[in-house]
């Protein structure tokens, strides 16, 4: 949705060329910043590490962190066996890959 209001702002500009604009209009791909930093551990939303801590519905719910709030801080800060992502994503990547796995859960990561 994010990138559709982007896209469509970006033409009521008259911005149609450059795609650094477009991706800087866009903001980062939480889909492909999780694939990079998150799928070694979960991957379709599940732990290899800790098997309660999925990043399933039910799962994130449980555990606490099922806003974009609290799964952006727990992203940024780390908890127990998760590292911190804080000093190796940007606080919009942050955000990014927040969205992205709220979106995955509850889409039952299809």
């Given at each position: 949705m ?9 033409f ?8 650094a604009a477009?991706a ?5 791909d939480?889909?492909?910043l999780f ?6 551990c979960?991957?379709?939303g ?11 519905t039910k799962?994130?719910q449980?555990?606490g962190?099922d806003?974009?709030?609290?799964i952006?801080?727990l992203i940024?800060?780390g ?5 911190a992502y804080a000093?190796?994503?940007?606080t919009?990547?942050i ?6 796995v709220l979106?995955?859960?509850e889409q039952?990561?299809?």
């Amino acid at each position: 949705m994010r990138r559709l209001i982007a896209l469509m702002l970006m033409f009521m500009m008259g911005i149609t060329s450059s795609s650094a604009a477009l991706a800087e209009a866009i903001g980062p791909d939480g889909a492909a910043l999780f694939e990079v930093h998150c799928v070694g551990c979960h991957p379709q939303g599940k732990n290899i590490i800790r098997r309660g801590k999925t990043l399933q519905t039910k799962a994130l719910q449980r555990n606490g962190v099922d806003s974009l709030d609290a799964i952006s801080t727990l992203i940024a800060n780390g908890k127990n066996n998760m590292s911190a992502y804080a000093d190796k994503l940007t606080t919009p990547e942050i955000e990014a890959v927040s969205i992205y796995v709220l979106q995955q859960a509850e889409q039952g990561w299809h």
